[in-house]
């Protein structure tokens, strides 16, 4: 079954009118006729991106495709309502605005939180970044070695290829291995994100002292 969102509008950098709708493909248990409601059960929602023309006639400009296509999962079978997209676009880079994104995942006691963006860059292909995991824990799996990570991130006046740079610094504690013994240890580090265009995705880099 598809899922409509209605449209939404925002302004892109260049101050122009744009419209966003969703569509969502969920999944139907054709036995009762209700929604599978299930962790492997994923739905995938397509992202359509229009202007208008001289004539006043919508124009598609942008749509994710396939493998681009937005995901949720781990019992979230929503859809991703426009409005809820307007409300998280900003200005990722000098030209160019972005829907960001943090995505919480939980499996048997283990949660991890994501950083993604998208840019609204108006190419053909909308594609979806994932930057890096911005949180993780282990703090209802029972474990007596509970560890967890948390990051705030920023995105910095640097650029390249057209996306600011990202800075995330991560706090608390975290879990490593000496040998096969592991150890919950405090964490703080600072970390920093570029777009790479050619790779189409972003690549940390090491920080100078």
């Given at each position: 079954m598809i899922v409509f969102s209605p449209a939404s509008a925002y302004q892109n950098a260049q101050n122009e009118l744009r419209y966003l709708i969703s569509t969502t493909e969920v999944s139907i248990d054709k036995n009762n006729e209700l929604l599978n409601f299930c962790g492997v059960c994923a739905t995938f929602t397509k992202i359509y991106l229009f202007k208008k023309n001289a004539l006043g006639q919508f124009e598609l400009v942008s749509q994710s495709q396939d493998e681009n296509s937005w995901m949720n999962a781990d019992f979230n079978y929503l859809p991703y309502p426009t409005e809820n997209i307007v409300k998280n676009i900003r200005k990722i880079g000098p030209r160019i605005k972005g829907y960001v994104e943090e995505q919480a995942y939980s499996r048997q006691g283990y949660s991890t939180s994501t950083l993604y963006i998208i840019p609204f860059d108006e190419n053909p292909v909308m594609v979806k970044?994932?930057?890096?995991?911005?949180?993780?824990?282990?703090?209802?799996?029972?474990?007596?070695?509970?560890?967890?990570?948390?990051?705030?991130?920023?995105?910095?006046?640097?650029?390249?290829?057209?996306?600011?740079?990202?800075?995330?610094?991560?706090?608390?504690?975290?879990?490593?291995?000496?040998?096969?013994?592991?150890?919950?240890?405090?964490?703080?580090e600072t970390h920093v994100y570029q777009y790479n265009e050619k790779q189409q995705k972003y690549i940390r880099v090491k920080l100078h002292d």
């Open positions: 970044l994932e930057v890096a995991e911005i949180g993780n824990d282990n703090e209802v799996t029972g474990s007596d070695k509970i560890y967890n990570t948390q990051a705030d991130y920023r995105f910095l006046s640097t650029e390249h290829d057209g996306l600011y740079d990202i800075e995330i610094h991560y706090s608390g504690t975290q879990q490593i291995y000496v040998g096969d013994i592991a150890k919950i240890v405090p964490i703080n």
